[in-house]
């Protein structure tokens, strides 16, 4: 058996890929991270399909449950919200399983902050303004921020800032950032991004933490920071330039 960690997307149940469906409508066991999930896409899982929300479950129980469905000769759809590679504590259940010689493997998803930038109707990469994500969170009751990780130090980059699990903290935010980004720089926040009751608040460093607390948004949203997003005047890019040599 395998176990497959899916990302499941970002809220709406058709953003997902066409393996990830198939693996779903296959799989006799399905792990699913709880409210991030939409449980539409659990209704194409087989009858009789052992259906477990992760929610509640701590490593080992989810490690017991994988393992269990191994023994069992049982493939295995791990569904994580957004894309498994950013924040999805994957790494240590596939620690576990290496350990317990369970075999898996990894179908991507359309992260959080993809979605956001969709709903934005903006490129996170314009030329001549900003050519460089920073995809990060910050450290509240979760694990803290390795060295040099900081909001301070990867702020100086002034390169355009995607902020994970730090909608709460906004209001604390903002003064680490005005120093390197001024507070008129364009923000914007996207709650539930994709989903039916997906919310976007746009402003500046100067006041998005009041929208913020106005909307009462407290979760399940990303913070975007940087020129980006309101860019009008910029260059065209080489790709599509009248002038390259295409031959």
């Known amino acids: 058996m395998t176990v497959h960690f899916i990302g499941a ?16 409508a296959a799989a006799p066991v399905c792990l ?13 899982a087989p009858p009789g399909a052992r259906l477990v929300d992760t929610a509640d479950l701590d490593l080992d129980e989810i490690t017991a449950e994988l393992v269990a469905a191994h023994e ?6 791990r569904l994580h919200s957004g894309d498994p590679s950013v924040y999805s504590a994957m790494a240590e259940q596939m620690r576990r399983l290496d350990a317990a010689g369970v075999p898996y493997d990894v179908v991507p998803g359309v992260p959080a ?14 030329p001549g303004v ?7 969170r910050t450290s509240a009751r979760s694990t803290p921020m390795p060295e040099g990780e900081d ?24 003064p680490e950032l005005v120093p390197h980004y001024g507070a008129d720089c364009p923000v914007a926040v996207v709650a539930r991004a994709s989903r039916d009751d997906e919310l ?12 913020v607390e106005a909307a009462g948004v407290k979760r399940t949203a990303v913070v975007i920071v940087g020129a980006v997003l309101t860019a009008g005047e910029f260059p065209d890019s080489h790709l599509y330039s009248t002038t390259r040599c295409r031959s």
Request: no cysteine; hydrophobic share 55%; charged share 20%.
């Open 9 to 24: 997307g970002p809220g709406a149940a058709d953003l997902i890929t066409l393996r990830a469906a198939r693996i779903i």
């Open 32 to 44: 699913y991270a709880g409210a991030l999930v939409p449980r539409e896409l659990l209704d194409t």
């Open 72 to 77: 069992a000769a049982h493939d295995v759809a």
């Open 113 to 126: 902050f993809a979605a956001a930038a969709a709903s934005l109707k903006r490129e996170l990469t314009v």
């Open 130 to 136: 900003g050519q460089t994500v920073i995809l990060t």
């Open 151 to 174: 909001l301070a130090t990867l702020g100086a980059s002034r390169a355009t800032l995607v902020l994970h699990l730090a909608v709460q903290r906004i209001a604390e935010l903002v």
């Open 200 to 211: 976007i608040l746009r402003g500046t460093l100067d006041d998005i933490a009041e929208q």
